[in-house]
């Protein structure tokens, strides 16, 4: 019994202590409790910025999501909220029709994945990004990274980049 026992323990520890290990059905995973409140509201923090910010060029939405000492790793745009917002306004008036479009995302801890189609107008076939962003529990985001990939006019298969 004890030969039985042992294994069902640590293969046991092992599911309970990481989720993913565990066999998915067919019903969504739920994270108990507060995690899945807190990854909601984390997760609205993002999608507020792209739906303001991103989609209708509305600066106060970034100034009132992003701290004022903000983190940048995409080496174009410098740290703090004014390079973001200067960035940003130019390419707003160099393309008035810029908007941005999450398909997918994630939360794990403070960061929020997405994954985005950015387009300068609507005959751009646009950027592919994965953006990470590290969110405060005061729901301020204060880090940023990004990978980016233009879309490409020819595949060499069927899939799409979303």
Known sequence: ?????????????????????????????????????????????VE??????????????????????YKQ???????????????FSQNFKDNPQFSAKIYRSAVSGDLVYVHVLYKNNPQDRGTASVDIYRVNNQGKITEHWDVNQEVPEKSANDNTMF
């Open 73 to 87: 790793h995409n080496p174009f745009v410098g740290d703090g909220i004014k390079p973001f917002l200067d960035f």
């Open 48 to 69: 507020d910025l792209y739906a303001g910010f991103f989609n209708k060029h509305d600066i106060s939405v970034a100034q009132r999501l992003i701290v004022e000492n």
């Open 1 to 45: 019994m004890k030969k039985v026992f042992i294994p069902l323990v640590i293969v046991g520890s092992m599911l309970a202590n990481y989720p993913a290990l565990a066999v998915k059905n067919s019903e969504p995973h739920k994270v108990a409790g507060n995690k899945n409140i807190q990854d909601q509201k984390k997760l609205k923090v």
